[in-house]
Protein backbone atom coordinates (compact mmCIF):
# COMPACT_ATOMS: atom_id res chain seq x y z
CA UNK A 1 0.00 0.00 0.00
CA UNK A 2 1.45 3.66 -0.72
CA UNK A 3 2.08 6.19 2.03
CA UNK A 4 -1.33 8.45 1.94
CA UNK A 5 0.94 11.37 1.59
CA UNK A 6 0.99 9.77 -2.16
CA UNK A 7 -1.89 8.61 -2.96
CA UNK A 8 -3.97 10.44 -5.28
CA UNK A 9 -7.53 12.21 -3.91
CA UNK A 10 -9.84 9.19 -5.60
CA UNK A 11 -7.40 6.69 -3.41
CA UNK A 12 -7.78 8.75 -0.48
CA UNK A 13 -11.26 9.03 -0.18
CA UNK A 14 -11.89 5.23 -0.94
CA UNK A 15 -8.69 4.41 1.79
CA UNK A 16 -10.83 6.35 3.90
CA UNK A 17 -14.13 5.34 3.44
CA UNK A 18 -12.70 1.57 3.78
CA UNK A 19 -10.97 2.52 7.10
CA UNK A 20 -13.99 3.43 8.67
CA UNK A 21 -15.82 -0.05 7.97
CA UNK A 22 -12.54 -1.82 9.45
CA UNK A 23 -12.85 -3.67 12.69
CA UNK A 24 -10.24 -1.55 14.33
CA UNK A 25 -12.29 1.60 14.06
CA UNK A 26 -15.25 -0.38 15.85
CA UNK A 27 -12.68 0.22 19.01
CA UNK A 28 -11.93 3.63 18.85
CA UNK A 29 -14.16 6.09 20.75
CA UNK A 30 -15.81 8.86 18.66
CA UNK A 31 -13.39 11.54 19.73
CA UNK A 32 -10.79 9.50 17.96
CA UNK A 33 -12.66 8.70 15.04
CA UNK A 34 -13.41 12.22 13.95
CA UNK A 35 -9.44 13.08 14.94
CA UNK A 36 -8.81 10.62 11.90
CA UNK A 37 -11.51 11.68 9.94
CA UNK A 38 -9.93 15.32 10.79
CA UNK A 39 -6.13 14.11 10.04
CA UNK A 40 -7.29 12.77 6.77
CA UNK A 41 -9.29 15.91 6.00
CA UNK A 42 -5.98 17.86 6.46
CA UNK A 43 -3.98 15.65 4.29
CA UNK A 44 -6.10 16.14 1.28
CA UNK A 45 -6.38 19.73 1.87
CA UNK A 46 -2.22 19.98 2.36
CA UNK A 47 -2.24 17.96 -1.03
CA UNK A 48 -4.13 20.44 -2.47
CA UNK A 49 -2.12 23.56 -1.22
CA UNK A 50 1.40 21.74 -2.66
CA UNK A 51 -0.63 21.55 -5.82
CA UNK A 52 -1.45 24.99 -6.15
CA UNK A 53 1.86 25.56 -4.65
CA UNK A 54 3.62 23.84 -7.99
CA UNK A 55 1.24 25.73 -10.04
CA UNK A 56 2.58 29.32 -8.33
CA UNK A 57 6.12 28.07 -8.54
CA UNK A 58 4.94 27.22 -12.86
CA UNK A 59 3.84 30.68 -12.86
CA UNK A 60 6.74 32.26 -11.14
CA UNK A 61 8.83 30.79 -13.97
CA UNK A 62 7.14 31.83 -16.42
CA UNK A 63 6.80 35.66 -14.83
CA UNK A 64 10.94 35.28 -14.62
CA UNK A 65 11.14 34.76 -18.74
CA UNK A 66 8.13 37.48 -19.12
CA UNK A 67 8.96 40.88 -19.75
CA UNK A 68 6.31 43.77 -20.42
CA UNK A 69 7.31 47.08 -22.54
CA UNK A 70 5.63 49.80 -20.04
CA UNK A 71 5.10 52.48 -23.00
CA UNK A 72 3.60 49.79 -25.45
CA UNK A 73 2.56 47.43 -23.26
CA UNK A 74 3.34 44.20 -25.17
CA UNK A 75 4.17 41.23 -23.11
CA UNK A 76 7.19 39.35 -24.21
CA UNK A 77 8.47 35.67 -22.93
CA UNK A 78 11.52 34.72 -23.33
CA UNK A 79 12.41 31.81 -25.21
CA UNK A 80 14.61 30.23 -27.82
CA UNK A 81 17.70 30.53 -25.23
CA UNK A 82 17.02 34.17 -25.50
CA UNK A 83 17.39 36.44 -22.00
CA UNK A 84 14.96 39.17 -21.25
CA UNK A 85 17.60 41.81 -21.79
CA UNK A 86 18.10 40.60 -25.42
CA UNK A 87 14.93 40.29 -26.11
CA UNK A 88 14.14 44.14 -24.35
CA UNK A 89 16.67 45.74 -26.82
CA UNK A 90 15.37 44.17 -29.39
CA UNK A 91 12.26 45.37 -28.83
CA UNK A 92 13.28 48.63 -27.75
CA UNK A 93 14.77 49.24 -31.19
CA UNK A 94 11.22 48.85 -32.37
CA UNK A 95 8.61 49.95 -29.94
CA UNK A 96 8.30 53.29 -32.10
CA UNK A 97 6.72 54.74 -28.62
CA UNK A 98 10.08 53.49 -26.77
CA UNK A 99 11.86 56.66 -25.86
CA UNK A 100 15.37 54.74 -27.05
CA UNK A 101 13.59 53.97 -30.22
CA UNK A 102 12.88 57.67 -30.57
CA UNK A 103 16.85 58.73 -29.47
CA UNK A 104 18.05 56.08 -32.06
CA UNK A 105 16.35 57.69 -35.07
CA UNK A 106 17.36 61.00 -33.76
CA UNK A 107 20.81 59.92 -33.98
CA UNK A 108 20.17 58.39 -37.72
CA UNK A 109 18.86 61.97 -39.02
CA UNK A 110 21.73 63.70 -37.09
CA UNK A 111 24.17 61.15 -39.00
CA UNK A 112 22.58 62.00 -42.45
CA UNK A 113 22.36 65.73 -41.34
CA UNK A 114 26.40 65.56 -40.80
CA UNK A 115 26.53 63.73 -43.97
CA UNK A 116 24.60 66.17 -45.85
CA UNK A 117 26.74 69.11 -44.12
CA UNK A 118 30.02 67.34 -45.47
CA UNK A 119 28.43 67.14 -49.06
CA UNK A 120 27.44 70.61 -48.32
CA UNK A 121 31.00 72.03 -47.60
CA UNK A 122 32.68 69.88 -50.30
CA UNK A 123 30.40 71.42 -52.94
CA UNK A 124 30.94 75.39 -51.42
CA UNK A 125 34.75 74.43 -51.32
CA UNK A 126 34.34 73.14 -55.40
CA UNK A 127 32.56 76.10 -56.21
CA UNK A 128 34.67 78.52 -54.54
CA UNK A 129 37.87 77.24 -56.08
CA UNK A 130 36.11 77.43 -59.57
CA UNK A 131 35.46 80.82 -58.21
CA UNK A 132 38.67 82.09 -57.44
CA UNK A 133 39.84 80.07 -60.47
CA UNK A 134 37.15 82.34 -62.50
CA UNK A 135 38.20 84.95 -61.06
CA UNK A 136 42.06 84.87 -61.38
CA UNK A 137 41.40 84.51 -64.78
CA UNK A 138 39.13 87.43 -65.11
CA UNK A 139 41.86 89.73 -63.41
CA UNK A 140 44.23 88.41 -65.47
CA UNK A 141 43.03 88.98 -68.63
CA UNK A 142 41.98 92.52 -67.31
CA UNK A 143 45.58 92.92 -65.75
CA UNK A 144 47.05 91.68 -69.03
CA UNK A 145 44.67 94.09 -71.13
CA UNK A 146 45.50 97.31 -68.97
CA UNK A 147 49.53 96.32 -68.93
CA UNK A 148 48.94 96.15 -72.91
CA UNK A 149 47.02 99.63 -73.04
CA UNK A 150 49.90 101.24 -71.13
CA UNK A 151 52.64 99.76 -73.34
CA UNK A 152 51.20 100.69 -76.41
CA UNK A 153 50.82 104.35 -74.44
CA UNK A 154 54.64 104.72 -73.91
Known sequence: MPKMTEMTDEELVSYRDDCFEHPYYNNLTEAQT???KELLIRLAAGREAMARVKELEKEVERLKATAVCIYCNKIMV???????????IDH???CDKHPMYKIGNLLIEIDRLKSDKRE????LEQAERRTDALYDATFYKILTGLITKHKEAL
Not at 78 to 88: F, R
Not at 120 to 123: F, I, K, S, Y
Open 78 to 88: ADNGKDKLSMM
Open 92 to 94: MSL
Open 120 to 123: LVEA
Open 34 to 36: EAH
